[in-house]
Structure formats: structure tokens, C-alpha cells
């Protein structure tokens, strides 16, 4: 375990696994039939290098774009199910889906592609969005970034390359490690270890023949100073890997360990950056963490694989499509890697941290047929009319989302002395109720920008509300959320206990 935050930028996918028998072909052509016996889901692509880095104790961001469909929920899930802190650049097109079929003996039978897997603007099917404050933030503070690109945009988006490229400019051999994708862009300078497998770097330099050690340490000399990396690193599967560096007189070739087991390689490139970020976010020199690297995905091949990647709170990986258990039980205010601000929020937008972990558990609720609440306000002293208040919106549903507003907003709805508590206090009591799962700060006078990222089934009114018109009226009728006003406790107010504790410290 480490306390070194690790940032993982990429392009995240949801891969299902269905297995089942093979006892008959089809009568119609000459194909095996599968019956299925069970399926699970787990995350993949920068989301699966991620999930490992965080199982290893590491608080660990992702910092990658989910679409609004039904897979990007369930892939918000699982990455909260692991443990990972999300922040969503958000994609205008569909999550990208890998469903393999096999048999229940391991026997691959066909893998099936959706969301457009090799195809559109790099890679892609959908333009990607710009980077958050969250996103910049969390290249800033970062012990240690892991660039995993799949080729389908993350990489390329302009903002996400500027802001490593500040990263970069600002710490010399800053712990930035780059795995390229052959329909993503060139890694930004300044890197200090780009990973590309022996294929991946023989298409990087077509113009260099050959496939002995010799030719391979060209290309990945060419590479380095091609792209301003310190160390390009080429991996080789059961070869190991070959390492050149600004700090080695010859390139240095690392020996895989001999390990028995299984030999799916699906995962491997996953298993290897991770690693090696994570020991260059512990202060590793480059060639400690390509070492580590190349046992840790040794013995993670010769285990299966990722087929055997189980999250940490349930062994089949069903723990997101169930009620909220495990690291998406409980309110959460940000995660133990957010930089300090974090609970804040500008003007108009919600703390994506808070966000994330929100929508992770309103998705998890979501898809085991549950329905979702949230309720929101102020909350500066919290007293029993709230708790009571609260309690009777978590029975309504399944989870309870509260929204709060931050400082600058509770000022201009309140006056310039309030609030008495800062929005990162009220959010951690809040989030100490045990009736509340997730805990969101928002800038907005009223909560209608937040509740478009949301959308609850249910959204709960204090009884003082009753009559009054909503401003976010319109926006829950657009996705048929059902508006519910909860009983006013008489004799409970923030305002009158302000104005009695003035009163007795006058007296």
C-alpha cells in the first residue's frame, strides 16, 4: 500500500465476459451454440488499469469520458465499486462495449465490438469534452500520471494534452508514464517512460526492418528522441522487456520471471503500465519500475489474466449492478487523493469528485431496478428538522443524493454572514447520516443544473416548499421525475437558532 496518489488519463471501456456450454452446433450454419451460464462485467481499458492500481491501496483518479447510456453507468459503477475516484470529461457518443464469448473451461469463442471500436475521430465515435478544473487539477497534484490510451480521443483532446504539457514543462523527468495506442496521438513531451509493446512500436517506425533485439532497440531509441520521452521502454510478452534511457549508456534488457499458469495476455499492457506508474509515483528510478513491472504482469498473465480481475467488494464482479455495498455504500465527500479544494465548487458547476461518486451510486441503484432520491439545500446548521427531514426522503427510494450549496451561493440566498459552516463541514456531516449515500456541492442559486447531471426518480421538497414554484420544474418533467413535498417540522429552523445564540451570548 502506498499513500502516493496515482492519475490514470485514458479512454475507459466496459468488458463483459459470458460463459457458458458448447455441446451442439446451430442447425442453421455450421457455428457452436453457447449456452450461457453466467456473465460479468468489469472495467476495462484505462478503467481496467486503474481498478489495479487501486486494489494495490493507492488512491487512484481516472480521469477519463463516459457517455449517458446504460454501459456508461454501469462502467461508472464498477469504477466506483474498485475504488477509483472519477473524473468524466464526458462523451457525446456510445460507451464502448468488448463482450467475449467463451466457454466456462477458458476456450475463447468470439469477441464482439460496440461503440464504433476502431472507427470515427480517433478511434472513437464521439468528440470527447474539454478538461474540467478536476481534470487540471489532478495532473497537478498527481504523485505520478499514467497516460493509458486506447485510441479513442482522451489523448488527443487539446485541453488534456496542454495541461500534461504544463505538468511536464514544470518538473523536469516529471512521473509521467505514456501508453501509446497505434490510432492515438504521439505521447507529449517530456514524458518520462513511454511503454509500447514490440508490435505497436514496429508500426510507430515502419521505416525500421527487422525483428531481433538490434532492430527493436533502434526503434525504440528512434522513438525517444522522436518523442521527448526520457525512457521508452518496448515490452515483449514472455521476452520481457528492453529498456533505453537518457541515463543508460546501452539499452537494458529486462528478463520476464518463469511462471507457470494460465496465458491470456488480455490485460497484460494494463497490469505493466499500472505497476510502473505506481512505483514511479513511490520515487522508483525508471528501470526499478520497468522490473516491477514486468513481474507483476508476468505472475498477472500466468493468473488468468484480466478474466481474473475481481473487484474488491465482491468476487463475480456484480457488485455495481446491485445495491450499493462495499466502496459505493455511504456518503462520500471527495476521496483521500483529491487535492484540498476539491469539495468546492465554481459558479454554476457541481464538485466533480462529489459528482462522480453521486452518479456511481444513483447508476448502481439504477440497475438493479431501485429508485433513485435527492433532496438538497443549505444545510448550515444542521438540526433535527433536517435529520428528520432527510430520514423520511430515504424512504421514499433506494439511495438518497443531497446537493448543498456552496459558500458563495449560500451568500447571496442568505446575506453576507452566512454561512456559519464551510461547505466542506456541511458535506461531512451530512455525509456521517447514515440515511444519506452521496453528498454533492453546488455554485447555482438553485439546484437545476445539478439534477440535469443527476436526473433522480424522486426529487424531495421541504414542506416549506409546498405551493411554491420550482425553477427546476421544467427539467424534471423532461425525464419524468416525480416531485415530493415532505412535512415542515414546525420549531426547527437555521435562522432562530442563530438569532437565540446571539441572544444568550448578549445576555
Not at 329 to 344: D, F, L, N, Y
Request: charged share 20%; aromatic share 2%.
Amino acid at each position: 500500500m502506498s499513500d502516493a496518489p496515482l492519475v490514470v488519463i485514458g479512454d475507459a471501456l466496459l468488458d463483459r465476459d459470458v460463459e457458458g456450454t458448447v455441446e451442439r452446433l446451430a442447425p442453421d450454419a455450421p457455428v457452436p451454440v453457447l449456452d450461457e451460464q453466467h456473465a460479468r462485467m468489469r472495467p476495462g481499458g484505462a478503467a481496467l488499469a486503474a481498478a489495479l492500481a487501486a486494489a494495490e491501496g493507492r488512491p487512484v483518479t481516472l480521469v477519463t469520458a463516459l457517455a449517458s447510456d446504460n454501459p456508461g453507468r454501469e462502467l461508472a459503477a464498477l469504477i466506483a465499486a474498485a475504488g477509483v475516484e472519477l473524473v468524466d470529461l464526458g462523451l457525446d457518443g456510445p460507451t464502448p462495449e468488448k463482450v467475449r464469448l467463451r466457454t466456462v473451461a477458458g476456450q475463447p469463442l468470439l469477441r464482439l465490438d460496440r461503440g464504433g471500436l476502431g472507427s470515427g475521430r480517433a478511434g472513437g465515435t464521439g468528440s470527447i469534452g474539454r478538461a474540467t478544473a478536476a481534470a487540471r487539477a489532478a495532473i497537478g497534484w498527481a504523485s505520478a500520471l499514467l497516460v493509458a490510451d486506447y485510441g479513442r480521443g482522451v489523448a488527443a483532446e487539446a485541453s488534456i494534452r496542454a495541461a500534461l504539457a504544463e505538468r511536464a514543462a514544470a518538473d523536469e523527468h516529471a512521473p509521467i508514464a505514456w501508453d501509446p495506442h497505434p490510432r492515438g496521438p504521439a505521447p507529449t513531451p517530456g514524458v518520462l517512460l513511454a511503454t509500447p509493446n514490440e508490435r505497436e512500436a514496429a508500426a510507430f517506425v515502419p521505416e525500421l526492418a527487422g525483428n531481433g533485439l538490434p532492430a527493436i532497440a533502434e526503434r525504440a531509441a528512434t522513438l525517444r528522441q522522436r518523442w521527448g520521452a526520457a525512457h521508452v521502454c518496448v515490452t515483449r510478452g514472455r521476452d520481457g522487456a528492453l529498456l533505453v534511457g537518457d541515463d543508460l549508456a546501452h539499452p537494458l534488457a529486462i528478463p520476464a520471471p518463469e511462471v507457470g499458469g494460465g496465458a491470456d495476455p488480455c490485460g497484460a499492457g494494463d497490469r505493466f503500465s499500472a505497476t510502473a506508474a505506481a512505483l514511479l509515483a513511490d520515487g522508483a528510478r525508471c528501470d526499478e519500475a520497468v522490473a516491477g513491472a514486468v513481474e507483476a504482469a508476468s505472475r498477472f498473465v500466468a493468473a488468468g489474466g484480466a478474466a481474473s480481475f475481481r473487484l474488491p467488494a465482491d468476487a463475480d464482479l456484480r457488485a455495481a449492478t446491485s445495491p450499493p455495498v462495499g466502496p459505493v455504500t455511504g456518503a462520500a465527500v471527495g476521496h483521500a487523493s483529491a487535492p484540498p479544494s476539491s469539495t468546492g465548487s465554481a459558479a454554476g458547476a457541481p464538485a466533480v469528485a462529489d459528482l462522480a461518486h453521486a452518479q456511481a451510486v444513483l447508476a448502481a441503484t439504477r440497475a438493479c431496478g431501485g429508485t433513485t432520491v435527492a433532496t438538497g439545500g443549505c444545510f448550515d446548521l444542521l438540526h433535527a428538522g433536517h435529520v428528520r427531514t432527510l430520514e423520511a426522503a430515504r424512504a421514499l427510494g433506494d439511495c438518497l443524493v443531497v446537493g448543498i450549496n456552496d459558500d458563495a451561493s449560500v451568500r447571496r440566498l442568505k446575506g453576507p454572514n452566512r454561512p456559519l459552516v464551510p461547505a466542506r463541514d456541511r458535506a461531512a456531516v451530512l455525509a456521517a447520516l447514515t440515511c444519506v449515500d452521496a453528498v454533492v456541492v453546488f455554485g447555482e442559486d438553485t439546484p437545476a443544473a445539478l439534477l440535469e447531471r443527476l436526473r433522480p426518480d424522486i426529487w424531495a421538497k421541504g414542506g416549506d416548499y409546498a405551493g411554491a414554484p420550482l425553477p427546476e420544474a421544467d427539467g424534471l418533467a423532461r425525464w419524468g421525475a416525480q416531485v415530493v413535498v415532505l412535512p415542515h417540522h414546525a420549531g426547527h429552523s437555521t435562522t432562530r437558532l442563530i438569532e437565540e445564540a446571539a441572544n444568550r451570548a448578549a445576555s
